[in-house]
């Protein structure tokens, strides 16, 4: 055999047995897919190490943006920015708890609020992949009670069920009231017996609407046959090894809960929508919201398939550059590119979530003492991507 034929018999073999190796690992990861306590495990990734001067390089930058927008002051804020899996910056200061002098640190659990739909998402997902439901299955075939044909569990995803916001049905004494705690199980009776006409005919409108995922809580606790805080544990948490994380519920005590404020340190109460979760009531911090990052967007972190409908846009009725996936919010360009994050408000707190999986970066800031600068920090996406934003855009009012 000349030295040719040998070159390319190299190649080939090469070829076959990579070939074989990711047909083995595809099956593997199929295999754990259908295994909810493991489908969360990432599979190692062969991302480069930063160099020591591509950490100083982006720090500098980040922390110059960080003081311009946020100030030198004391503030309340949880903040990391990753690129590869790796911390390139981080910064923790303010109060956890102001009436009992304690600071905010790297492992104080701080409530993400609305980017609580993300993890909901996560989980109805990994349910998916692991066949214990279909995406377009009608929420009525789990809950047979439920009086709207047309609303399926993508619907809910995406926010186009047509529901109304329980948040603002639940506010009438007539139907609830604002004097006694209201459950996920207490929503969904007053949907079975209060006749909530619905806005609009599913998938006709985009609405984000936190109904949506309080639902989308009771499928997995239907389907898994756990409360939602032991189905997130399982599936997600302890997997990924999330030991700051948990979810607040009705059984939780009020003394878990890390108190958020209003401007000079006014301290808000808990009032009758604070257990309800799925569309908020987790508690975590940026070092746990990285790993869970680093599993969401790991190869095999979910099917291709599955991959494609969860990052794609469905609501274009009408013309702009912000939609949503299923559970994750994007800006779309005409340019083709696309930013994929979460934010989130409850009281006192305000979250972002930035995740960037083509450069495998991470931007993540959350408050308990409210502040919309939280939604500024998007603009570093700038740092790791070809992203239309300048570092001194306006202020962005959002949630």
């Known amino acids: 055999m000349n030295l040719i034929k040998q070159t390319i018999y190299c190649i080939l073999l090469a070829i076959l ?10 099956k593997k990861a199929e295999k754990n897919r259908s295994n909810l306590a493991y489908a969360m495990l990432p599979p190692d990734e062969d991302l480069p190490k930063l160099s020591p001067e591509y950490r100083a390089q982006k720090r500098k930058e980040i922390e110059t943006f960080f003081d311009s927008n946020f100030g ?38 701080l409530h993400i609020a609305s980017v609580t739909k993300v993890f909901t998402a996560s989980a109805v997902l990994k349910l998916i992949d692991a066949k214990k439901i279909g995406l377009d299955d009608n929420f009525k075939k789990y809950f047979p009670q439920f009086p709207y044909d047309d609303v399926t569990i993508r619907t809910l995803l995406n926010h186009r069920s047509g529901l109304k916001k329980y948040n603002y049905f639940c506010d009438d004494a007539a139907i609830w009231g604002r004097t006694k705690q209201l459950t996920n199980n207490d929503l969904l009776q007053v949907i079975y017996t209060k006749n909530i006409p619905k806005e609009y005919k599913a998938d006709t409108h985009f609405s984000y609407n936190n109904t ?100 794609k846009g469905y609501s274009y009725e009408s013309k702009g550059i912000k939609n949503y996936g299923l559970g994750i919010r994007m800006r779309e360009w005409e340019t083709g590119q696309k930013l994929y994050y979460h934010n989130g408000w409850w009281h006192g707190n305000t979250s972002s979530y930035i995740t960037m999986p083509k450069e495998h970066a991470v931007i993540i800031a959350l408050s308990n003492k409210f502040n919309r600068k939280t939604y500024q920090l998007k603009k570093l996406s700038v740092l790791f991507g070809d992203y239309p934003f300048t570092l001194h855009d306006s202020i962005v009012k959002e949630e």
Request: contains cysteine; charged residues 25%.
């Open 212 to 311: 949506n995922y309080a639902l989308l809580a009771l499928l997995i606790e239907k389907v898994t046959g756990m409360k939602y805080k032991e189905a997130m544990k399982k599936i997600i948490f302890e997997p990924l090894e999330m030991n700051n994380t948990y979810v607040f519920d009705e059984n939780s005590s009020e003394n878990l809960m890390t108190p958020s404020y209003k401007g000079k340190y006014r301290k808000f109460g808990i009032d009758f929508l604070d257990h309800v979760y799925g569309d908020k009531n987790i508690y975590s911090t940026p070092r746990d919201l990285l790993k869970f990052d680093n599993a969401r967007n790991a190869s095999h972190f979910l099917s291709t398939a599955l991959l494609k409908e969860m990052y």
């Open 17 to 26: 047995v990579q070939g074989c190796k990711d047909t083995v690992f595809e």
């Open 72 to 109: 030198t002051s004391f503030e309340n804020i949880s903040f990391l920015v990753a690129k590869n899996g790796q911390i390139v910056y981080e910064k923790y200061e303010g109060y956890a708890n102001k009436e009992q002098n304690e600071l905010i640190t790297a492992n104080t659990p």
